[in-house]
C-alpha cells in the first residue's frame, strides 16, 4: 500500500471514529451545561449519553439533541461511498 493511501486510510479512519468532545456552554439563564458531539459513523447516542453520565457522576438531564449528515467520503481502496454522521447532545448534570 502506497505511503498516500495509507495516509488517507489513517484519516477515514479517524473520521470514522471519532472521540466524544465535551463543551462547557452556559444557557441563557446563566445554568452550566455540556454540548457533547459524538461524531462519526462509529458513535451513537449511547456514547454522548455515557460521556454524559462520566462528567455528571451519572446524573443529568437531557436538554436537546441532534443528528445530522456532516457529508460523504469515499473509501480509496473499494471506491465505496460513506455518509459521515454527527451527533450532538446538550446536558446538565443534576
Do not use: H, W
Amino acid at each position: 500500500m502506497s505511503k498516500i493511501a495509507q495516509t488517507i486510510l489513517v484519516i477515514f479512519t479517524m473520521i470514522l471514529t471519532g472521540c466524544v468532545r465535551v463543551t462547557p456552554v452556559s444557557l441563557g439563564d446563566g445554568t452550566n451545561a455540556y454540548e457533547l458531539s459524538c461524531p462519526g459513523s462509529a458513535r451513537s447516542y449511547a456514547d454522548c449519553r455515557n460521556k454524559a453520565a462520566e462528567i455528571c457522576g451519572g446524573k443529568y438531564k437531557e436538554l436537546d439533541q441532534e443528528e445530522y449528515s456532516s457529508g460523504a467520503f469515499v473509501d480509496p481502496n473499494s471506491g465505496m461511498i460513506f455518509q459521515g454522521r454527527q451527533r450532538r447532545m446538550t446536558v446538565v448534570c443534576k
